[in-house]
């Protein structure tokens, strides 16, 4: 078992919709959970990062952590096409930054103009 | 330079030649972090650096696999006797300093023959 799973998808909705991407972890150790967006043929760029549970707002992103279930979540609010992308979440123990990231497989997201 | 930059962007070889790939980090990153992705999947560790000092290298496959940072800049992966399990994009990441974000580079696509 890994020790991170992510749906792969892929996942399409329509522009306007509300997205939620998820992750599930097994290792109590981690502390600093990040979304990851990478376009097409390029390297993943860090969106949010969250420490311990809690929400983390960002514009049309919200970011959610329940480390009692191990289980994380991105939502996207008003979905452009923009957002087209693969999204990655990855999570690291207790020294952000300085510690190696455990990455998700990805959720290939599509919004349909 | 503007962000992480990685060479080759491309490389074939034939299996059993030994390849080194290039990792140039922003200037004045400390930290620099080796990742390997497979198509469909997230990227998995191999090792890092802060400054010259290769402070993890657990994730690296196996021997015919090592890296150097030697003069805390400039960092090579250099794979050994490849085989076509190696096949893989290469991503190299940097970071300012512990607790700040790392950067990733467009990788090395690396296709052993």
């Known amino acids: 078992q890994k020790e991170v799973e992510q749906d792969p998808g892929p996942l399409s909705v329509p522009e306007g919709a509300i997205v939620s991407l998820n992750c599930t972890y097994s290792?109590?150790?981690?502390?600093?959970f990040m979304w990851y967006r990478q376009y097409s043929r390029k390297g993943p760029e860090l969106l949010m990062y969250?420490?311990?549970?809690g929400n983390k707002e960002d514009g049309r992103f919200t970011a959610q952590v329940d480390k009692s279930s191990k289980y994380i979540s991105l939502f996207i609010r008003d979905s452009q096409p923009s957002d087209s992308a693969t999204y990655l979440c990855a999570m690291t123990g207790s020294n952000f930054g300085n510690e190696k990231l455990t990455f998700g497989t990805g959720t290939r997201l599509t919004i349909i103009p | 330079g503007a962000g992480v930059s990685q060479s080759p962007r491309y490389k074939v070889t034939k299996r059993g030649q030994d390849v080194a790939l290039r990792c140039d980090p922003i200037s004045g990153h400390v930290s620099l972090y080796w990742y390997r992705q497979a198509l469909g999947q997230g990227p998995e560790f191999l090792t890092y650096?802060?400054?010259?000092?290769?402070?993890?290298k657990s994730g690296l496959p196996n021997d015919r696999f090592s890296a150097e940072r030697p003069e805390g800049s400039i960092s090579t992966l250099t794979i050994q006797r490849t085989e076509q399990r190696d096949s893989a994009m290469y991503r190299c990441?940097?970071?300012?300093?512990?607790?700040?974000?790392?950067?990733f580079g467009q990788g090395t696509r690396l296709t052993v023959v």
């Open positions: 650096f802060n400054y010259e000092a290769q402070q993890d």
């Open positions: 990441a940097s970071s300012h300093s512990v607790n700040t974000e790392a950067f």
């Open positions: 290792n109590s150790a981690f502390q600093y």
């Open positions: 969250t420490y311990s549970s």
